[in-house]
């Protein structure tokens, strides 16, 4: 048998393909290519193998220069660029109108020894072509000549919208940075920018009729601003020629740039710029505050005015079929307070908020529409009664949105909260970034459900795609931004481009270090939380017997996990982890994973085990007490450009348990504290904040026995926050009763003052 037909035979594609670097290793290519044929023999790339653009466009010309640069950039090879007729032994790219493709992003690629041939309908296609063959030109870490399997491909998407939206507003990227992560979503085949350029906190986008817009609501001076090396003001803004540098940049990459103006709610930045465009005819400062500010537009016809003005610079400045408006999070209350609003409610028969919203957001939709562009908001559009009937509804709040929106006749973008929302941290690691709690895992995105089941075939094609989302409240620098996107925008390209029978996690795993290691040639900062090893260990069993069982995994529970012992750093040499095995403290414990190759998965992980270690916990690894489960991972300050360190804050109720813990012999309990901004608005949830009672004026560390309504073993009280250090450490005696117990710390300090959070809490002997 000379050749091997694969389609839709996914399974296959985790198994051993001929030709490339390993004789077991998969294919590749991420996403999965819709039909692939594998046959016999190789085609070698080396120094001399030409690009060869084989028809006059442009596009094919930039797509030839940029594949060209793609190679050099990431396996160190120096293609040729020219221009004719298809040659042998040559990679050629042609547009060719009977390209066997069945859409204008679909493509053919053909592999056979004596070349490589690309061909495609539309320039998006032949794009789309050349990502493929660069990902078969980089099969694995090395540099130089590359021999790519015989192959035949033909590929189309399964969604037309393929997106990933940025939140330049609550942290601010650079034109730079943002180029660099649309370069990213070029080589995911993602289709669809989404950037969100204002909000309470900020307005991002220059309009040159309102240049208050930008010189006032471009700025917001945060908490502490001025102090311990925090600049006095944060903010920034994109002039309309860097949008249109941005918008060209993608462009060439195919992707579309869909920018998002939000209306009516999330108005806070704009108002503060223009107090009459609010309710209350008051100016706000622009927020510094994360969460759903009150702040709303006016409903009379000078901000309508000023909006289609606005409108009319965005729709100059960005192509796009689609403008998003927001329309999410719009809490009704100064609407409700207000003599003229309810006024003009009643003028125009209206008889609540929710639908005043609605007619809100269709009389924008129909200026949208009358410049030929269409409106899309998020879900929270579908809640007053006159939707625009070709709007489109993105859908946050899970699917129902998605399956009310289907129903109804308008299209969707599936962009389900938490799961593709990538402010949500990858694991709960000790080194885990700032980001909200609970882990939305690679596993997860790649398992999310892109259809939902209860829509019959008519009403499933209403679903144009999938989206995930990157808020920034927790993501001051691109560094942290790499870090949430990478490697979850993998799976996410995965699920939005290939068959829905080809997702299969072991082979998408197995395909996944190539494109760790193109990360590392392109230097992209990915989170490697996914393969990370975390050592394990029955902590009170350790403090009574003085030896550990070690228990070792990942999430995936793919690679191989090798470990030492002596606080070397485990090479793939290293003993192999099969079974949990046992130490004598002191120890240390390192251990990562490794891919077939021998490659590293993730950096080390280090453990040490001995008393002191065992009896201290940072405040990450403190669960919340029972009633509230929402949790946060903060940085120091709201702008902080550092990685680490991060604490756990429940805004609702700072109370934390350090886990049931074998208190024989423990004298007194240590901890580093750490004060935080309170800028946090929760608008109607304010009222499920906890209050405890404090005894001194800027209230305690209070520590009870066994839950949070236990007898108090210490009670430690805080600094004054106007004049103390913002870390600092509290010691008390700790009468503790003999055998294990839990210990419920509690910070009772007032809810209009600074947050306050535990950095680490060690038990200690008596002196």
Known sequence: MTRRLILLGWAAMAMGLAGLAHADAPIPLLPLPAQLRVDAGHFTVDAHTPIVLADDAASTRRTGAWLADLIARTRGLHLPLKHGAATAHAIVLQLDPAAPATNREGYALDVTPAGMRISARDAAGLFYGAVTAWQLLTPDAQHGAVQVPALSIRDQPRFAWRGLMLDSVRHFQTVGEIERLLEQMAQHKLNTFHWHLTDDQGWRIQIKRYPELTRIGAWRTPPDAGHDGKPPRYGGFYTQDEIRRIVAYAAARQITVVPEIDMPGHAQAAVAAYPQLGVTGQRPPVSTDWGVNPYLYNVDDATFTFIDNVLDEVLALFPSTYIHVGGDEAIKDQWQASPAVQARMHALGIANENTLQGWFIDRVGQYLDKH???????????????????ATVMSWRGTDGAIKAALLGHDVVLSPSPVLYFDHVQGDAADAYAGRLGVESLQNVYAIPTVPAVLDAVQARHVLGVQANVWTEHMPTMAHVEHAVFPR???LAEVAWSPPAALVWPGFLARLPAQLARYRAQRIGYADTAFAVDIAVDRNVALATGRATVTLANQTGIGAIRYTLGGSAPTPASPRYDAPFNVTLPATVRATSYAADGSALATPRERVLDRASLLSLPGTMLANCPGSDFRLLLQPAPD??????????NVFNTCQLFPPTLLDGIGAIRVEAVRLPRNFVLAHEQKLVVVHPHATPFGELVVRADHCDGAVLATMPLPDPAHG??????????????????????????????LYALGRVSLVPPP
């Open 725 to 754: 250090p913002r870390e600092f450490t509290l010691e008390a005696r700790l009468p503790t009763p003999a055998g294990e117990h839990a210990l419920c710390l509690i910070y009772t300090a007032p809810i209009d003052g600074p």
């Open 372 to 390: 030929g562009r269409k409106l899309i908001g998020w879900d929270e559009i579908l809640e007053g009664e006159h939707l625009p009937a070709d």
């Open 640 to 649: 902080a450009a550092s990685t680490q360190p991060v604490y756990a804050v």
């Open 489 to 491: 925008l993998d799976a």
